[in-house]
Structures are given as structure tokens and as C-alpha cells.
């Protein structure tokens, strides 16, 4: 999809600094993907305390596949 955005210049210069990526389009990309992998992680966190699990873990581990 292309899309023309203004994005602030010290917000870009501050991202090439610490990302080490390149272009304008990696960087966009990689807070995409990073925006999208924590809001994904914060879905999974809301379960925290309400799931049960059955099994032992120690026997798991032993197991031979």
C-alpha cells in the first residue's frame, strides 16, 4: 500500500540512530512490526492468572520425544 505520511524528522533521525536501518520504509516497517508484536503480547498477558493447566512439567521435561 503506498502512503504519504509526515513523520518528524528528529523522531526519524533518533530512530536511524538506534535501529542501524537505513531507509525511511525499513524503519516504518520495524516499528509496525514492533508496535504489533507488543499489543500482541499485551492480548496474552491479559490471561495471566486465569488459565489453569493440568500436567507435570518435570515428566515433560524428562521425556524422551
Known amino acids: 500500500m503506498r502512503t504519504n505520511i509526515d513523520i518528524d524528522n528528529k523522531l ?6 538506534y535501529s ?3 531507509t525511511k520504509k525499513e524503519i516504518v516497517h520495524e ?3 514492533v508496535l504489533i ?3 500482541k503480547q ?3 498477558r491479559n490471561y495471566r492468572g486465569k488459565l489453569s493447566w493440568d500436567g507435570d ?6 521425556s524422551k520425544l
Request: proline share 0%; charged share 45%; net charge positive.
Open 12 to 17: 526519524m533521525d533518533e530512530a536511524v540512530k
Open 20 to 22: 542501524g536501518l537505513s
Open 31 to 33: 516499528a509496525l512490526r
Open 37 to 39: 508484536q507488543r499489543e
Open 42 to 44: 499485551k492480548r496474552i
Open 57 to 62: 512439567l518435570d515428566e515433560m521435561r524428562n
